[in-house]
């Protein structure tokens, strides 16, 4: 489905059922042979949601055969090195002092509650109403205890969201470490440099954002990436990726964040992936994601 200006979902549907196949792909990253996370909520809460794809695959229902096309290790090394170092941006900043965390698109994100917080830290998640609702009604259901104080922000990020979190509690002036995790793709690219903009407003010096970065989304429309859909589409896969993001020309973020009082530190996937121990493919469709960049940043002291 197309996107709009003005379109919904839930986690079943468009934007909403990636944030689905996130937490199928996090399940087998805490189950495969390369443990990488530990998610014990991901599982559950695919199965909740009842796509039957991914209900399969975090049942390991889906034939797999070596070489073919359904790699179940692929997928749970991909997301399990994305998981890692984003849990690593947000232990690093408590370690740090920070007690304050904000998770943008929270999804079936599950931090809240996996994550060994320090005393003290509040963590605001911001997401659709319906999204929300789902996840805590499920992990309620499922007996989950919040391991920090989770404050949930129900609201669409193309609304006033920064009201709403204020409204929740959030303190402007207190450092902040954000995450914008799988999400700038599905932002057209004058909202990517606004979501920057009011991150930065509402952040003291001291405050973190990590985020990845595709320098070309075009990616998503070339023949490796559809050469994989269409081998995915034949074992039930129905999300079709590449109509739910923006495409077009964006500001580099990195020069971005530089402009804008941060100190920006890039890692390439080729990275993370030895850090983990692991060797980084060499099939087409990895070579066309070669130039994907996961980065972190600190907010400066304002020049005097």
């Not at 979190?165 to 959030?170: Q, V, Y």
């Not at 070339?222 to 079709?240: D, N, T, Y």
């Not at 500001?251 to 920006?264: D, F, M, P, Q, S």
Request: with cysteine; hydrophobic share 45%; charged share 25%.
């Amino acid at each position: 489905m197309t996107r709009t200006d003005s379109d919904s979902w839930d986690l079943a549907t468009s934007v909403g059922a990636t944030a689905t196949m996130v937490a199928a792909q996090r399940a087998l990253a805490t189950a495969g042979p390369d443990k990488l996370i530990d998610d014990p909520w991901a599982a559950p809460l695919v199965r909740a949601v009842g796509i039957d794809f991914f209900t399969r695959m975090v049942d390991g229902d889906i034939p797999v055969v070596e070489g073919g096309d359904y790699d179940p290790v692929a997928m749970a090394h991909g997301m399990g090195v994305r998981t890692r170092f984003f849990d690593d941006h947000f232990l690093s900043a408590a370690r740090s002092g920070i007690r304050q965390a904000v998770i943008l698109a929270s999804g079936l994100d599950s931090r809240a509650y996996r994550l060994d917080w320090p005393a003290g830290t509040v963590v605001y998640e911001v997401d659709l109403p319906e999204v929300i609702d789902f996840k805590t009604r499920t992990l309620g259901d499922l007996g989950a205890q919040p391991t920090a104080q989770r404050r949930t922000v129900a609201i669409d990020l193309r609304d006033d969201w920064p009201t709403a979190l204020r409204a929740a509690g959030f303190d402007p002036q207190a450092p902040t470490v954000w995450s914008a995790e799988g999400l700038l793709i599905y932002l057209q690219p004058e909202a990517q440099d606004a979501l920057f903009d009011t991150i930065k407003s509402l952040s003291a010096p001291g405050s973190r954002v990590a985020c990845e970065f595709i320098g070309d989304t075009s990616v998503f429309a070339g023949p490796e990436w559809r050469a994989h859909r269409e081998k995915m589409s034949a074992l039930g896969f129905q999300v079709e990726i590449g109509d739910l993001i923006y495409h077009g020309e964006r500001n580099h973020i990195v020069e971005y964040l530089t402009a804008a009082g941060w100190t920006v530190t890039g890692r390439q996937v080729r990275e993370l992936y030895a850090e983990c121990g692991l060797e980084y493919g060499d099939d087409e469709l990895a070579i066309a994601f070669d130039d994907l960049t996961y980065l972190s940043a600190v907010l400066d002291e304002p020049s005097v």
